[in-house]
């Protein structure tokens, strides 16, 4: 009775599994720099509407990884990408995908706050402006106070709208850059350790405002806070020299990895 | 002793000063408790700077107070008939005397004496052993002379003395205060601090004294031809110079040089500004990392290149192949071959003085543009923004107070530039709007007006210093803008 009842849960479970809609796929993912390799064959699935947290140690590959994603490591000129990574079931390193768009779909939020040196309404309209979302001036405020309102900042910048965007703290300018990934209406977004340069009071700010948008975007964040992972993410993801270690259920992860070095890392034995 | 020997033993009392208050330093450092101070480096240089600093500061007043000091005092005891006489008569006796002294000392001491009493045979006895005078010595001035040697010798001996002295009770003071709680190393920072500033000083004072130069000339000018004639004159004759005449009435007009200046400086910023930024932006954007590492030097040759070269280049092949261009084009359109564009003329200069502006340009602001922070593209590419609109929307506009900045320092190269003007724009002053015409520039005027036998009594050749300072004073207005500019856009951006 109990085995059965045993099997059907897992069976259940397995279902679950199945049902789950992955946005992006990756599949024996390596990244070299010149001659080094920074990324051994990983194969990490993004799910839909959830946080996906990515952990380890400096230097493990999440960052690379995360990059990969939106194809910013073009932009370094020695790296190599080899694997295949999908959004949507389309193969972003296809010759055929234009990595502008992809990148609008694929939004990114970095460690350091760089709002452009512009006002804060320019920063938000920047996006939508290349990419020809907004037709009218009124249609252009209603993106740009759309987006500072799930940002979170509205309140804070209404009134100095056409301020410098640099003139804000640390904390706003995260946000506000934020707001500005969100402008463009990406499907995914990614974050590299986006509080790491903010007080704790801006974090708590940020880590809300990633938890809000869990229902509209897919959200991939590489943190150094394991904290952090565990507050705001459901899914975690454990990197070591350039290996994925494991892939869970963040609330299993952080109670019973599988990995022996996961439970070495999050008990704080090395990193 | 000469200048060169006492230098010389300074530099070994210095040296000798180095070493042995370095040693002391480090015996006292292995014997002793309380620990040094400083490192012995510091006791040695400071012994050292005692040892060389006060002994080379006594020789440089003394090099230069000693000859004032036996001047006067030669000329208080000419005789009353030369004291009343005017300041280049007696500079002329002072001449005469220095010249006889010279010759003294290469006589034997019984020929001396034998001049002395017959001053009359002094000129032909010098003459004989290679010293030649330029009339016959009066008697008091053959006296004068041997007072001259003789006070000279006295204070190169008391000089002599003075210095080594002051080298070596210098070298023993320091070396006495060496000792654990003594802070040397604080007082060599000192003197490094302040030769730091002496130097900057030194750089500051020229400037100085060369505008207060440019300053006199100047207003000697402007009280020859008064200083609204000059600035809204719009003739440019100033005809020659004639010997003693000072009252010759040329027209000299800036306006006209000004015209020319400003036009070719225009010209060569049409040339070398699209040139040199969109050159800048492919180096700083698009280039490889091969590639810009080709170009660059190449580039920084074209920058190597002296100006003068430039003004041949202009010279011998552009004027010409514009010239003959303009006479196949003209000959094609109208049937009439004749050129319209002069070999030495507007576009010429500008032209070439634009392709010698393309490396400051880009080299200027592919600096500036490469240190707009990586954050700043990564974000907007994050966007999907497209490396140009990249470029267009947020580099460039960070980038915009230094390029300003670089553009208008260019600028005033290009109106402060002189060898490819003097080739190839042409000497005639004058006012006119043809790019293909020949039109003269400030400082062509200002090599034209100072090249010859001069005489800096006229307005001819004074006007020069006139036209260097109202350069100067443009050149310096460019740059207090561009800083300016440079902080006011930087405000708006950070």
């Known amino acids: ?109 970095f460690q350091k706050p760089n709002p452009f040196p512009k006002s804060i309404y320019e920063n938000i309209a920047y996006g939508p402006r290349i990419h020809g979302l907004a037709r009218n001036k009124a249609e252009m405020d209603q993106v740009v106070e759309a987006s500072l309102q799930r940002a979170g900042l509205w309140n804070e910048a209404k009134d100095r709208l056409h301020e410098s965007g640099t003139g804000l703290s640390g904390g706003q300018q995260q946000r506000l850059c934020i707001a500005r990934a969100i402008a463009v209406s990406p499907e995914v977004i990614l974050m590299d350790e986006p509080c790491s340069a903010l007080d704790p009071i801006a974090t708590a700010k940020v880590e809300e405002l990633i938890h809000e948008l869990r229902t509209n975007y897919t959200i991939v964040i590489v943190t150094h806070s394991m904290q952090q992972a565990a507050r705001v993410s459901q ?34 034995r090395f990193g | 002793m000469s200048t060169s020997l006492i230098l010389l033993i300074v530099a070994l009392i210095g040296l000798a000063g180095y070493v042995l208050g370095a040693r002391q330093a480090r015996r006292l450092a292995a014997a002793a408790l309380p620990k040094m101070h400083s490192r012995p480096g510091y006791y040695g240089s400071y012994v050292a700077v005692w040892a060389g600093l006060p002994a080379l500061l006594i020789l440089a007043v003394w090099l230069v107070a000693s000859p004032i000091y036996v001047n006067s005092s030669i000329r208080d005891n000419f005789p009353e008939d030369l004291k009343a006489q005017t300041e280049a008569a007696q500079s002329l006796t002072f001449g005469t005397i220095g010249s006889v002294a010279r010759g003294l000392t290469v006589l034997t001491p019984e020929e001396v004496a034998q001049a002395q009493a017959n001053p009359g045979e002094l000129r032909v006895l010098l003459g004989g052993k290679g010293v030649p005078l330029a009339g016959d010595p009066e008697p008091f001035m053959v006296s004068a002379a041997a007072e001259l040697n003789a006070m000279n010798a006295t204070s190169r001996l008391a000089m002599t003395i003075a210095v080594i002295a002051a080298s070596v009770v210098g070298f023993f003071y320091a070396y006495r205060m060496i000792a654990p709680r003594f802070r040397a190393r604080n007082k060599v920072e000192q003197v490094i601090l302040a030769s730091l500033i002496t130097a900057s000083c030194i750089a500051i004072l020229t400037t100085v004294g060369i505008v207060a130069s440019m300053l006199t000339e100047a207003i000697q000018f402007f009280q020859m031809v008064p200083a609204w004639e000059f600035f809204f004159g719009t003739v440019w004759d100033p005809r020659f110079a004639a010997a003693g005449a000072t009252d010759s009435a040329g027209q000299f007009g800036l306006i006209p040089l000004l015209a020319g200046t400003l036009y070719i400086g225009f010209v060569a910023m049409v040339v070398a ?68 564009i002069q070999a030495q003329s507007v576009i010429t200069a500008g032209f070439v003085m634009g392709i010698m502006l393309i490396p400051y340009v880009s080299s200027l602001s592919d600096d500036i543009i490469t240190a ?112 300016y500019i440079v902080r006011k856009y930087r405000e708006q951006y950070e």
């Open chain 2, 273 to 340: 500004v699209p040139v040199g930024i969109f050159s800048a932006i492919y180096m700083a954007e698009y280039a490889s990392p091969r590639m810009r590492s080709a170009v660059k030097p190449l580039l920084e040759v074209l920058a190597g290149i002296p100006t003068i070269v430039y003004g041949f280049f202009a010279l011998t092949t552009v004027g010409p192949f514009l010239r003959d261009l303009s006479t196949q084009l003209n000959g094609i359109a109208t049937g009439n071959y004749s050129n319209f």
């Open chain 1, 1 to 109: 009775m109990n085995m059965m009842s045993d099997a059907a849960v897992e069976k259940a479970l397995d279902k679950k599994m199945n049902d789950v809609s992955y946005k992006m796929i990756g599949k024996d993912v390596s990244v070299y720099y010149g001659d080094k390799r920074a990324l051994y064959d990983v194969n990490l699935n993004v799910r839909e509407n959830t946080v996906t947290a990515l952990i380890g140690p400096s230097g493990c590959g999440k960052s690379t990884f995360l990059r990969c994603l939106n194809r910013m490591n073009d932009t370094i000129e020695s790296a190599k990408v080899t694997g295949r990574i999908t959004l949507d079931e389309e193969d972003i390193y296809d010759p055929a995908i234009d990595v502008v768009e992809l990148r609008a779909r694929v939004g990114m939020v």
């Open chain 1, 235 to 268: 899914r975690t993801a454990m990197f070591h020299l350039g290996h994925l270690v494991e892939e869970d259920d963040t609330d299993k992860m952080f109670t019973n990895p599988n990995d022996q070095r996961t439970q070495d890392y999050i008990m704080g």
């Open chain 2, 372 to 483: 707009v922070p990586r954050a700043l593209r990564d974000g907007s590419l994050g966007l999907g923004a497209t490396r140009s609109e990249t470029i267009k929307r947020v580099v460039l506009p960070a980038a915009l107070p230094g390029i300003v900045g670089a553009l208008l320092m260019t600028a005033s190269r290009a109106i402060g530039e002189t060898m490819i003007v003097v080739l190839a724009a042409g000497v005639a002053a004058r006012m006119q709007i043809n790019p293909f015409e020949p039109m003269t520039t400030v400082t062509v005027k200002i090599v034209s007006q100072l090249t010859g036998d001069l005489e800096f009594t006229s307005p001819q050749t004074l006007v020069a210093f006139a036209l260097g300072i109202t350069l100067f004073a443009i050149t310096l207005c460019l740059n207090i803008y561009a800083l």
